[in-house]
């Protein structure tokens, strides 16, 4: 009994309370998901959902937006939802900011490019 896993209630059905779902079922962990309307059907369902793989990698949490990008992507595929990948253009507003766009474009030929 000691090694038993017991049933795991999951509050609310927006983006992390079925992620949170998800990955217990696939882990073989029953849960139940409970939501008070429908699923997504606030902030989750609505946001424009704009991410950008490379805007974090010179801070603290740039693995966690590449990792979060990587898996919109696997998970958009695999349950054939609205997911597409969109070209984004950074416009210099500051000169100040010049140096930071100049590496943002030898990093990017880099990467993409060779």
Not at 26 to 41: D, K, Y
Not at 95 to 108: A, D, E, M, P
Request: aromatic letters at 12%; one cysteine or more.
């Amino acid at each position: 009994m000691a090694n038993e896993i017991g049933k795991v209630v999951i509050v609310g059905g927006g983006i992390i309370g079925c992620s949170i779902a998800y990955h217990l079922t696939e882990m073989g962990i029953p849960c139940t998901l409970v939501e008070r309307v429908s699923i997504a059907c606030a902030a989750s369902g609505h946001a424009g959902g704009f991410l950008a793989r490379n805007w974090s990698d010179h801070g603290p949490t740039g693995p966690l937006s590449r990792e979060s990008f990587d898996l919109h992507k696997k998970y958009g595929a695999m349950f054939d939802s609205d997911y597409r990948a969109a070209d984004t253009l950074e416009v210099l507003l500051f000169q100040r900011k010049i140096g930071t766009l100049l590496q943002f474009i030898v990093w990017h030929y880099f990467i993409f490019v060779k």
